[in-house]
Every structure is written in structure tokens, then in C-alpha cells.
T-cell receptor, first 115, second 111 residues
Framework: NAGVTQTPKFQVLKTGQSMTLQCAQDMNHNSMYWYRQDPGMGLRLIYYSASEGTTDKGEVPNGYNVSRLNKREFSLRLESAAPSQTSVYFCASSEGVKVRSYEQYFGPGTRLTVT | QKEVEQNSGPLSVPEGAIASLNCTYSDRGSQSFFWYRQYSGKSPELIMFIYSNGDKEDGRFTAQLNKASQYVSLLIRDSQPSDSATYLC???????????FGTGTRLTIIP
């Protein structure tokens, strides 16, 4: 099993450009998440999907959109990139709230720079 | 006030000693508590979770939870250089899909 995979690993964008970050998991998990991680800020939740067909905003959703394409895939789109969106983006998945241990498994991350 | 607070460190501990990492949280409805380890340039990985007051041991790691004081800690016994990483505390409230993370404590084990 590959676990959680993300593409691309690195990306440089110019201000105003758009891009989609892809995430897929092969663990048959119900829930998927997108986080960004900035120095001194910890992991902050952008959007999450509790199940196929549902998405909800997290702590920092502005400037992002998401799509839960199917149970395996959850994409994050930047419509008009801004320098403030320079960050490391992590996708994660978990079985969901019914499991008390609630482990979230993280992908390897995408390092995005917006110039 | 941040929902989950950790001392950012760096925390330096001699090899073989006990490393003690602390985390406080503000939401009294918090139910589950997690410690993730993150090596530089890598993704977080879960090392411990706890949801009952008291101690939970797993090998060299012990998680301690005190809900009355809204405090959770992680002890690492016989610290090894491979334990050098950033440790993230995360908290979940009952029925909530979301985890709230602290900013992490950077731990350095000195050989």
C-alpha cells in the first residue's frame, strides 16, 4: 500500500496563476484533510471531507477550493495564487470520527512557492 | 489565547536522559489527545494517543493526561539522537472531525 500520495512534490507559481494539488489514499478511509504548515504556525486545517460527497471549511479556507472526487481522491485548488499561500501543504486521511484512535495519516507534502 | 499551546523550544536533552514535552489546551470538551513526531522536511507521524486521565506507556514513550488541569505531556525515556524532531500535540473534541494542532516543540538530543 502506498498510503497517502500527493502530487506534485514541489511547485513554483507566479502571483495570479492557478494550480491543483492532488491527493489520493489507498486505505479505504472515509475522511480526508488538507493542511498548510508555515514556520511558527503549526498545521492549520484548510478544508476537510468527512465522507465522499461532502466538504467543509477549516481554519484557513480563503483562497482555496476543494473537490472530493471519489472516496480515494481529494484535490485542493488555488484559483489565483498569492505570495501568502507560499507554504508546505499536507494531505491526510483517517477512518473518521467513529474510530476513537482517530489516527490521521499524512502524505509527503507539497512545497509551494508563489513569487 | 491559542487553543493548543506548546513551548516552541528548542529543547536540548542529553542522550540517555528523559525528555519531557508539554501541551496545554483551552477547550474543556476535548476528548482525544495525540502526539505526532515530525522530522525536518518530512510529514507528521503519530506516535501516541490518549483519551483517559493518567499515563499511557508505549516502549520508551509515556503520554500523560490531566483533564482537570487541561494538560497533556509526552515523556521520552532513554533519549536517542534519532528522537531529535519536532513534536506536535493535537486535540480533538467529541464528535468533531477536526484535529487542532499546537505549533510544535523542537527537540534536540545531544550525543
Amino acid at each position: 500500500n502506498a498510503g497517502v500520495t500527493q502530487t506534485p512534490k514541489f511547485q513554483v507559481l507566479k502571483t495570479g496563476q492557478s494550480m491543483t494539488l492532488q491527493c489520493a489514499q489507498d486505505m479505504n478511509h472515509n475522511s480526508m484533510y488538507w493542511y498548510r504548515q508555515d514556520p511558527g504556525m503549526g498545521l492549520r486545517l484548510i478544508y476537510y471531507s468527512a465522507s465522499e460527497g461532502t466538504t467543509d471549511k477549516g481554519e484557513v479556507p480563503n483562497g482555496y477550493n476543494v473537490s472530493r472526487l471519489n472516496k480515494r481522491e481529494f484535490s485542493l485548488r488555488l484559483e489565483s495564487a498569492a505570495p501568502s499561500q507560499t507554504s508546505v501543504y499536507f494531505c491526510a486521511s483517517s477512518e473518521g470520527v467513529k474510530v476513537r484512535s482517530y489516527e490521521q495519516y499524512f502524505g509527503p507534502g507539497t512545497r509551494l512557492t508563489v513569487t | 489565547q491559542k487553543e493548543v499551546e506548546q513551548n516552541s523550544g528548542p529543547l536540548s536533552v542529553p542522550e540517555g536522559a528523559i525528555a519531557s514535552l508539554n501541551c496545554t489546551y483551552s477547550d474543556r470538551g476535548s476528548q482525544s489527545f495525540f502526539w505526532y513526531r515530525q522530522y525536518s522536511g518530512k510529514s507528521p507521524e503519530l506516535i501516541m494517543f490518549i483519551y483517559s486521565n493518567g499515563d499511557k506507556e508505549d516502549g520508551r514513550f509515556t503520554a500523560q493526561l490531566n483533564k482537570a488541569s487541561q494538560y497533556v505531556s509526552l515523556l521520552i525515556r532513554d533519549s536517542q539522537p534519532s528522537d531529535s524532531a519536532t513534536y506536535l500535540c493535537a486535540v480533538r473534541s467529541f464528535g468533531n472531525e477536526k484535529l487542532t494542532f499546537g505549533t510544535g516543540t523542537r527537540l534536540t538530543i545531544i550525543p
